[in-house]
RNA sequence: UGGUCCAUGGUGUAACUGGCAACACGUCUGAUUUUGGUUCAGAAGAGUCCAGGUUCGAGCCCUGGUGGACCAACCA
């Protein structure tokens, strides 16, 4: 067990109590459940992780079972991705399991609630059966079948199993209560007719269950004791309970469901309808395309399982609403690979750099460090020669004194070889760099010991000999959409917000030799840039290389100008994303730090409060006359609002009067001196 | 208009039966550095949605508001 002093989620703190009041250790044990319908992404990691991580934690077995209920939907390809995404991640399921195996056990249950008198056959159309449901705040009505004689339902029922009846022509409903303020217990569906086969019992059933009836049963059959799922199931838990309730044998144990927030990342989307959508309008090249966040993009990407496993773990589990910010996630992939990845160099915006004391024809063999944070990592062999290219911006003619990298007439080194000193520039006729002519110091070699090359220089540069070096191509990705949030949008569809320049793809990278024997499953940090590793497109002779994500670049940072976002709440305007909040609600919350501040801030506050006091009227206000003597920020507001009020034409009365009276006999001098002013 | 859930720095999570709000990411300094990376040292940033109550003491408990999410697929 891990040490207490490891704060622990709420879902923990859940299986703490249970063990605490005796349930059995040994009797833990849990699922992960995912529909085959699609591919695995960030958000389902969360799942898995919290599931096998209980199963590591606890020593409990976990089951994969397939929730696959809908032969309309599901299909092979899905499971065996999925397998292959849980597997890449590092988990081992106990069991595989298919809702589908229980089929026969779930019929058998179904024909015992219909002899007593629990579930019936309907056969009225969907339409029908939508508008007799009534609505979340309307009472539903009674379908004119709900009565029929168990032989009856029996009977039809037996008929829907043998396939008697066209799709969608009868259903199997249990009866429970179509006044329930929870809509899940309006007679709800347990069977449905679908003419499909399906891609494990093919075409032995054409009734199948739907989600309610086939889950806390599969919980129960294979004895899971928490079963997690995300929030919106929250309303299914009564339903989820009632069936277990016809069923329940006390002698086994009965499975318990619990919900959680779904993870959600900042610039993307995460349901597997809408990723399904970027994929079949080719916005993306498929479920594993990079830019995507499902886990064989993230994999493709050149993210490791560690690092989602951390993400998973850092991002934590909770019952609120959340967008995690990416850079949480790329946080953890930095810190992964800059301890594992092999660096390399490779130039991707290339411009030619003649060293002109350096003999022609001359090349020669450097040694480059595999990783600096890896001590026994090695070495491996980096030409040099004449002829280099460098980054384009690596180089300006005329450099500022913030700019580290080569200029005219200045020193930097390139990695692992030479000091050179930047002598001249070759140019169009349109004025573009052709070639930067430099002259090194044949003393400085990176490792020789010398005292020349040990000398500072202000910057140091990535390379890559043009006579040795081989070309390939590199994709480099932004994120897919511009939004942080683009499916919060009721006006708008998140394709809206779609980054027409999320892919960017550089034909010819010059890359040092090293690389061609890459494999693929080896990352690499082009020195300075970031992360690669190989993509699967890439052939022997035409390599292809992802970007996973860029070093962190506090250069490129200080050439923005991005908003400073560590400042303290701006009490000016609170409207953000929350939506308007009401003017004196908003009053409220600045108030109450009133008494914090001074000076510019406390100006600022006592403005907005005017300001807002505008939209705010005396019946909203007058209750707060009220307020607690001690909580002097807020009267401050309630008669600051009040001062607005006045002006507008508002007439004294006791009330106000009263109010104003034991303002003036505060002490608090701010609090005072607004009062004087009314009176 | 009903039911259910949620509300803690910019973001994500902590705070065990009430006891001076913690950690991580991000941001900003400075040092080190043959990666403007890493590492190291440090800083700023919330008084916990609002109000009332209980209490010696409330982010945690009670009441009433406010805001957000979810619920009416023969989907899961």
Not at 223 to 235: D, G, I, P, R, Y
Not at 487 to 501: A, G, R, T
Not at 625 to 652: D, H, P, W, Y
């Amino acid at each position: 067990m891990k040490e207490s002093t490891e704060s622990l989620n709420f879902i923990e703190h859940i299986i703490e109590e249970d063990l605490a009041n005796g349930f059995a250790k040994d009797n833990l044990r849990f699922r992960f459940p995912p529909e085959p319908n699609g591919y695995l992404h960030i958000g389902h990691a969360a799942s898995i992780c919290l599931n096998f991580g209980l199963g590591e934690k606890y020593n409990a077995p976990v089951n994969l079972r397939f929730d696959d209920t809908n032969p309309a939907k599901e299909e092979q390809e899905y499971v065996d991705a999925i397998k292959r995404d849980i597997a890449w991640l590092g988990f081992k399921w106990a069991k595989e399991c298919y809702s589908s195996d229980y089929f026969q056990q779930l019929y058998d249950w179904a024909i015992q609630l219909i002899k007593e008198g629990k579930a019936y056959v309907d056969q009225q159309s969907s339409e029908q059966i939508a508008a007799q449901k009534g609505t979340p705040t309307s009472p539903g009505s009674p379908s004119p079948y709900r009565d029929r004689s168990v032989e009856e339902n029996l009977d039809l029922f037996e008929k829907m199993k043998n396939g008697e009846f066209e799709a969608g022509s009868y259903l199997l409903r249990a009866k429970i209560d179509m006044a329930s303020p929870n809509m899940h217990m309006r007679d709800p569906i347990l069977y449905r007719i679908i003419n499909k086969a399906h891609h494990r019992t093919g075409t032995e059933w054409c009734i199948y269950p739907m989600y309610d009836w086939a889950h806390g049963q599969s919980d129960y059959v294979e004895q899971v004791s928490h079963s997690l799922c995300t929030l919106e199931f929250k309303a299914h838990r009564e339903l989820y309970d009632w069936y277990l309730d016809q069923i329940y044998d006390s002698k086994l144990l009965r499975p318990k469901q619990r919900e959680f927030a779904r993870r959600n990342l900042s610039f993307t989307v995460m349901s597997k309808r809408k990723l399904l959508e970027l994929v079949q309008k080719k916005i993306v090249a498929g479920w594993d395309d990079p830019r995507m966040p499902t886990i064989s993009g993230l994999r493709r990407r050149g993210y490791t399982p560690d690092s989602i496993r951390k993400f998973s773990d850092v991002a934590g589990i909770s019952k609120r609403d959340n967008v995690t910010e990416v850079s949480l996630l790329e946080f953890c992939i930095r810190e992964d690979l800059n301890k594992t990845a092999t660096r390399v160099m490779g130039v991707l915006n290339p411009v030619k750099l003649i060293i002109t004391n350096y003999p022609e024809g001359k090349s020669e063999i450097l040694e480059m460090e595999n990783n600096p944070e890896l001590p026994n990592s090695g070495t491996h062999e980096v030409p040099f020669s004449r002829e280099l290219y460098i980054e384009r911006e690596d180089f300006k003619e005329e450099a500022g004194k913030k700019f580290f990298r080569l200029s005219l007439g200045n020193e930097v080194r390139l990695k692992s070889a030479y000091i050179i000193k930047a002598e001249s520039v070759k140019k169009d006729e349109n004025g573009n760099i052709l070639e930067i002519h430099c002259t090194y110091d044949a003393d400085s070699r990176s490792g020789s010991g010398t005292e020349a090359s040990q000398r500072k220089v202000k910057g140091t540069l990535h390379w890559v000999s043009i006579a040795h070096a081989i070309k390939a191509e590199v994709r480099e990705y932004d994120r897919l959409f511009l939004d942080e949030a683009p499916d919060s949008h009721e006006d708008k569809n998140f394709l809206d917000f779609v980054n027409p320049d999320s892919l960017k793809i550089i034909k010819e990278a010059y890359l040092e030799p090293y690389l061609a024997n890459a494999s693929m499953d080896e990352k690499f940090q082009f020195q300075r840039l970031g992360y690669f590793s190989l993509d699967p497109d890439s052939k022997s002779d035409a390599l292809v290389f992802n970007k996973t994500v860029g070093l962190k670049d506090t250069w490129a940072k200080q050439n923005i100008e991005n908003p400073p976002q560590n400042q303290p709440k701006q009490p000016q305007t609170q409207t953000s994303n929350q939506g308007k909040r009401k003017a004196l609600n908003e009053i409220q919350q600045i108030s109450k730090k009133l008494t914090n501040f001074s000076g510019e801030k406390l100006n600022g506050a006592m403005s907005s409060i005017l300001e807002l006091a505008e939209e705010v009227s005396y019946e909203e206000l007058s209750p707060l006359f009220n307020t607690a003597a001690k909580k002097v920020g807020t009267r401050i507001g309630v008669m600051l609002t009040l001062s607005v009020l006045l002006n507008k034409g508002q007439e004294r009365n006791a009330e106000i009067d009263a109010f104003i009276q034991s303002g003036l006999e505060d002490e608090h001098e701010i609090l005072k001196a607004e009062a004087q002013k009314l009176v």
